[in-house]
């Protein structure tokens, strides 16, 4: 799709191309692994920093390593962090290739428009793109009102663009992390027992004696506490249940592997909840005490036999007889895992409604092996006049009363806030996009392009060329986070503790921290009273002296602990009285917030549209080196996975003649084609009805030297999604692909010859 901004590849930015660091050698990734310091150095050589990682939301905590020439050499986990138990994963510690990356966004840059209309970005000074930048806010502002301006943001620095664009006098800041991930599950945990998983998860994985995996990919996602946590427990014997159409890491780990036909998991999860319920094999003191809606359920799952789920998930009945018992036996210490992202089919909520009733039935909320309940420090804000009150929002493109469940921004709620509708009050005008690559995290490129078409403005600010920067007004460099402050880590764990990132090195080039970008942004629109400090570190001090803390002590400790208010981290053991904050009072097995909002009160199982004839269900996961489309081109984890590649059953294989290794391209069934070929991964480890790709690779940008055209993009497969009726997520596990093993665009040439 063609539209106003013209895709512009940050390569292409004229005299500035080789200041932006473009060379033969860099796109093979060699120079990375020469030290400019010879020979090996010792701790004792070596000055340690504290950090915690960004690479990924987990956030885990360590030290940031500089020699006395003032280069990184290593970066370690911080022994003291409930995170990371002071190991860190592969992208933790390769996260010095972030910083060390040629292909770094170095300097601002502003798109222009030549005499004969080509357009092309130039170099620009910081003050002429914050000067320009603050101009279209103002004038956005003054034309339309401030809520006509969202902000996209994902990881730790968005908190202080997000502290701006409030000051502003903006509602509409939203993370795909959301609508894209995590959202079905909160809102149906809170349903259930009023309260959400929150991030990090809420499970006691190390105490479990039964862990049942749906879809769940620990051991590739790389959750590190999570990964740490699950080895202690195969230690202990604890049996694990993995359902997954593919073997997954996880699943070559389990006692049982449950190979379920893609679609289907409300069948399985309502025919296990039928033979818990029918063998009384449920936690009957518990459910008695504290649930709402046992009997509505058990004649709601009466006909949900495992020989009925046989028939849809292919799954035989023996199977799910005893891999219900398997958890009714090890219950309370059971935990049927909620998963992260669990945006797939469109009855998402539903579906982890029916997880959560699972393990109400078990009574895993609140007790040891199940649900712990987490603890965090509380960081008063650095004072600043209250943010002033929006008169409107993202909802204003929706019918009155639509997502009443939601309490988080719908990221595709922005999209279709910013397409021009009659039915609305203020169409969305200008976006500020920070450290996420839309176009490989929101569903349906086309919609997400349409939304660009039709914004004023729109600013990007990263540390890397991703695919987004190129459709920016303005792009703004980033240093990384082993370059700058954040504010403090204060995630909930089982005991509270802060984590402090300081730079261990001067930001490279002409980058800038996020804290020093938003205060000069608030200089310029007259909102000086919200960044009334001088620096962040003064910011960081002032709340740390309000715990007890210090700046300089968290310098030292990188993290510190607190002592729990109060001795309640598994709140049902003994099962004390307890009320639930839920319209009951209770665990909602029927839930009457769903049934208040016209929705089903209790799952059901809807069969899918099945695949047309030669065509195959995308599935996609993640690779523990790699972290969304976020680290493709970093050169340490690059090293490691280069590519993706397309899982096929054999049977599917020889149908088409495939052979393993050999490159192919996907079509999917709104006849996208992938703009480069993807190679085979010929296995039995996947179904013959699905194939698997990991998420991130395929980029389009050359100015990713490493990972330009490597593997294929599945967001780009992704072009149909089912939203989720209750709160709007965006199920990306229907669509379907076939497979091409001629170059498409040769075969084009050909016909036009």
């Not at 309502?270 to 359920?297: C, M, P, R, S």
């Not at 089919?345 to 109400?360: E, H, P």
């Not at 489309?629 to 590519?643: A, G, P, Q, V």
């Amino acid at each position: 799709m063609k539209t106003r901004r013209d895709f512009i590849k940050i390569s292409t930015a004229g005299a500035g191309a080789a200041a932006l660091g473009i060379s033969a050698l860099s796109a093979k990734g060699l120079n990375f692994f020469e030290s400019k310091t010879d020979g090996p150095v010792s701790n004792e050589d070596l000055t340690p920093y504290p950090t915690y990682c960004e690479v990924c939301f987990w956030k885990c905590a360590g030290w940031t390593y500089v020699d006395k020439s003032g280069k990184i050499r290593k970066i370690i986990g911080n022994d003291e962090d409930p995170h990371c138990s002071g190991r860190l994963c592969p992208r933790g510690t390769g996260g010095v290739g972030m910083y060390n990356d040629e292909d770094r966004l170095k300097t601002p840059l502003i798109r222009d428009t030549k005499a004969d209309g080509t357009q092309y970005y130039r170099e620009a000074s910081w003050e002429e793109a914050l000067d320009l930048m603050a101009e279209k806010m103002d004038i956005l502002r003054k034309d339309h009102g401030p809520e006509c301006l969202a902000l996209f943001s994902h990881g730790s620095g968005g908190k202080m663009m997000t502290d701006l664009v409030k000051a502003f006098g903006t509602p509409n800041i939203t993370a795909p992390s959301f609508a894209q991930c995590r959202g079905p599950r909160e809102v149906a945990f809170t349903a259930t027992f009023g309260e959400d998983v929150m991030s990090p998860e809420r499970t006691d994985i190390r105490d479990a004696k039964c862990l049942v995996l749906i879809g769940s990919h620990i051991g590739e996602n790389m959750h590190n506490g999570q990964i740490q946590e699950m080895s202690h427990a195969i230690e202990n014997d604890a049996t694990i249940i993995t359902v997954d159409p593919r073997l997954s890491t996880a699943a070559s780990h389990s006692k049982y592997w449950l190979p379920i036909k893609p679609a289907t998991d409300i069948a399985l999860l309502l025919a296990w909840t039928h033979v818990i319920i029918n063998e009384e094999l449920y936690d009957k003191e518990y459910v008695k005490k504290y649930t709402f809606g046992f009997e509505q359920l058990k004649e709601h799952v009466k006909n949900n036999t495992p020989e009925w789920a046989y028939g849809i998930t292919t799954i035989e009945p023996h199977i799910i007889r005893e891999t219900a018992r398997e958890m009714a036996a090890a219950s309370p210490r059971t935990l049927v895992h909620p998963g992260r992202h669990v945006t797939w089919y469109g009855d998402d909520t539903q579906r982890s409604r029916a997880i959560a009733i699972l393990n109400a039935l078990l009574g895993s909320w609140g007790r040891r092996g199940g649900f712990y309940n987490p603890e965090k420090v509380s960081l008063p804000s650095f004072p600043h006049p209250p943010f002033p009150i929006p008169k409107r929002s993202w909802k204003d493109a929706y019918p009155p009363g639509k997502y009443n469940l939601v309490n988080e921004v719908l990221s595709t709620g922005i999209c279709d806030a910013t397409i021009p509708n009659p039915d609305m009050d203020c169409q969305l005008r200008g976006w500020i996009v920070y450290g996420t690559n839309l176009l490989a995290s929101l569903p349906d490129q086309r919609k997400t392009l349409e939304a660009i078409n039709n914004l004023d403005f729109l600013v990007v600010i990263d540390t890397m060329p991703m695919d987004i920067t190129g459709y920016a007004d303005i792009v703004l460099p980033e240093c990384t986070y082993l370059e700058r402050y954040d504010y403090i880590r204060t995630s909930p764990h089982r005991e509270p503790a802060l984590a402090l990132r300081m730079p261990a090195v001067k930001p490279k080039y002409n980058s800038k921290p996020n804290w020093w970008i938003a205060k000069q942004l608030a200089n310029r629109l007259g909102l000086e009273e919200y960044f009334k400090w001088e620096n962040i570190e003064e910011v960081l001090d002032w709340q740390l002296k309000q715990v007890g803390s210090s700046l300089e002590e968290m310098q030292r400790i990188g993290v510190k602990k607190f002592k729990r208010e109060y001795e309640d981290l598994f709140f049902l053991e003994g099962l004390p009285d307890f009320e639930f904050n839920t319209n009951t009072g209770k665990i909602e097995l029927y839930s009457s917030e769903l049934a208040n909002e016209g929705f089903d009160p209790m799952p059901k199982y809807t069969a899918h549209p099945e695949p047309p004839q030669g065509f195959y269900r995308l599935n996609y996961g993640r690779a523990p080196m790699h972290t969304f489309s976020r680290t493709s081109n970093n050169h340490n984890l690059w090293d490691l996975m280069d590519e993706n590649k397309v899982w096929i059953n054999p049977k599917v294989a020889d149908l088409w003649e495939i052979k393993n290794g050999q490159y192919i391209w996907l079509k999917n069934q709104d006849g996208v084609i992938s703009s480069f070929p993807i190679k085979a991964r010929v296995t039995e480890r996947i179904r013959w009805d699905s194939v698997y790709m990991v998420h991130g690779f395929g980029h389009t940008d050359k100015k990713l030297t490493r990972a330009y055209g490597r593997g294929a993009s599945d967001s780009e497969m992704v072009t149909k999604v089912v939203l989720d009726p209750v709160m709007g997520g965006t199920g990306m596990r229907v669509s379907f692909v076939t497979f091409l093993k001629e170059d498409p665009a040769r075969n084009k040439k050909e016909d036009k010859a």
